[in-house]
């Protein structure tokens, strides 16, 4: 009873910060002193979830792996130090909101107490994913505080466009294909050994510039009020988004989870920089139609889609494709059966019975609404919101205003696609959630993608630059 | 004025997705479907099952906590226990 009494308590208290944070992000009214107060909060409320969990489900054991889980309280405590020694006058909002979700990831990931072997060695996972959160505090922050990334920005935005960054993707993404790294899942997407996923990257950094580039490069064409013009340059810009991004991805890599939230921030960025709404309308049911055909045509994606989708009650105890030995409907039901009677507060960190195949990665948000229910998603949420809410209270015009606004959408429908896929809104495709989900590249890419929308945001004045 | 709308009209379809999204866990937190209550939900019973044991009192089947069920003899010892054929189901092949 005590020990129950301390998941309440503690969990409890893990929400109330967390939400205190999120409600002081949202106002938008940042000061000083209180964005110092914020860092020390978030690692107190780290500090709970972490100590909960550990009473909870470990009972006080491994003493070690819990001290080493206290150290990124301790980096958070670093990080506001370096703020001060930097004098750092930029947003603190989207740092705070990348802090928060990491914290909440490496807590998830404590909780769910899963192991993985790498290179022979037995990690933890939450070792892992603490490992890679504090590589890319440390790896964005540093850049960012001390204005180096600024001028990393300024160097990019002069002396390269939108061909050399198509050129570079497509390397990138043929990459693990001359690599000799085997197919994991049927998806060639790693280098290294199973490590580093080129396709994040591209994601979350290269495919956004190349966006920003081309629009910004093209923006007079883009504005004009002819349609046809219009729709000449975005089918230019649609062939060459095919032939640099989509094709190495879907056809070498086989990697359609990426491909689609690629295709979707493109739908939205096109929105956005024509402001013709119709673009967006046609390019979802062209993308609908495209996961039809694929699925129907494609027996592994008919798999997902259909016996993991639309009947995937039928598909809980039966394989869709013969000899598999897969039963594709058994991964949701578990997720939704592990959401079934979380309600409003969730299970309690430490409490809460998994099972659920890939909870680590893919269906990490399942394993986060059954132990913090719908206030953890609910935050989850807000938070990657943030940046886009950001990103739209200045002018996405300009280069350094498209940059960011792809890069807050880019984050954004990945999320929101996670956890969506999670809860059996739209069929899961591998895609992760973003800071929470384990994956080093991620994690590290992730935070480039929040390191350089704060860069472009403090940058915003320069309107005449590039 | 277009991109005005559009930013609006984009700013309504994440909106919209987080309801949906939302909507759709409370759909599944106070559901009552009877799928929730099958024995493959591990979250439905929460009380230990008694230990499957031969005739020298051997276990062939018990539970161990934080581990589930464990099998000692592993799939050769299906035919005493019953096992869950992925293609015939639960009800297993008749």
């Given amino acids: 009873m005590f020990v129950f009494d301390i998941v309440k308590i503690g969990t409890a208290i893990f929400l109330s910060l967390i939400s205190g944070i999120v409600v002081y992000l949202y106002r938008g009214n940042e000061k000083p002193l209180a964005n110092i107060r914020c860092y020390r909060i978030i690692g107190a409320a780290y500090a709970v979830g972490i100590t909960t969990i550990f009473i909870s489900k470990y009972n006080g054991h491994n003493v070690p792996l819990f001290l080493v889980m206290l150290s990124f309280a301790l980096l958070l405590q670093y990080v506001e130090f370096l703020s001060v020694k930097f004098n750092y006058q930029g947003r603190h909002s989207l740092l705070l909101a990348a802090l928060v979700l990491s914290a909440l990831g490496i807590v998830i990931q404590y909780h769910i107490g899963q192991n993985l072997t790498k290179f022979g060695v037995k990690f933890p996972v939450a070792i892992v994913q603490l490992t890679f959160s504090s590589l890319g505090v440390l790896l964005v922050l540093l850049p960012l505080f001390s204005g180096r990334l600024e001028k990393v920005v300024n160097f990019v935005a002069d002396k390269t466009g939108p061909l050399f960054w198509c050129a570079c993707s497509f390397i990138l993404l043929a990459l693990p294909s001359f690599s000799g790294s085997a197919a994991i899942a049927g998806t060639r997407s790693w280098v290294i050994g199973g490590s580093g996923q080129p396709s994040e990257f591209v994601l979350k950094v290269t495919f956004p510039l190349f966006l920003a580039m081309f629009f910004y490069a093209k923006s007079d064409v883009l504005n004009s009020p002819d349609a046809l013009v219009n729709f000449k340059i975005t089918a230019w810009l649609a062939g060459l988004a095919f032939l640099f991004f989509f094709f190495p991805l879907v056809f070498i890599q086989r990697e359609n989870g990426t491909a689609l939230v690629m295709a979707l921030t493109f739908l939205v960025m096109i929105t956005l920089v024509s402001g013709r709404i119709y673009y967006f309308i046609l390019g979802a049911l062209l993308i609908a139609l495209s996961m039809t055909v694929a699925a129907l045509t494609v027996q592994k994606l008919g798999e997902r889609f259909i016996g993991g989708f639309i009947y995937w009650d039928s598909f809980i105890n039966k394989s869709y494709l013969d000899g598999s030995g897969h039963t594709p409907g058994f991964q949701l039901f578990k997720s939704l059966a592990a959401v079934n009677g979380s309600n409003v507060w969730g299970v309690g960190l430490g409490n809460g019975e998994l099972g659920i195949p890939v909870v680590i990665s893919d269906f990490v948000g399942a394993a986060l609404a059954e132990t913090l229910g719908l206030t953890g998603l609910v935050i989850v949420l807000l938070l990657l919101y943030l940046p886009l809410k950001e990103a739209f209270r200045y002018s996405i015009s300009g280069f350094k205003g498209l940059f960011r606004t792809g890069l807050s959408v880019t984050l954004l429908i990945q999320g929101l696609y996670n956890l969506s896929g999670t809860l059996g809104l739209l069929p899961m495709t591998g895609i992760p959630l973003p800071f929470i989900s384990y994956g080093g590249s991620g994690l590290l890419t992730s935070y480039m993608a929040i390191g350089l929308i704060v860069t472009l945001i403090s940058a915003r004045k320069e309107a005449n630059h590039v | ?94």
């Fill in chain 2, 1 to 94: 004025m277009f991109r005005l709308n559009a930013k609006i009209f984009i700013s309504g379809v994440f909106i919209l997705w987080g309801v949906l999204i939302m909507g759709r866990f409370l759909l599944y937190s106070v559901h009552d479907k009877e799928i929730f209550f099958s024995a493959k939900n591990s979250r439905t019973y929460s009380s230990e099952r008694s230990p499957i044991l031969d005739a020298f009192g051997e276990p062939l089947a018990y539970d161990k906590p934080g581990q589930g069920r464990i099998y000692p003899l592993g799939p050769s010892g299906a035919h005493v226990i019953g096992f869950v054929d992925h293609h015939a189901g639960p009800e297993g092949l008749r």
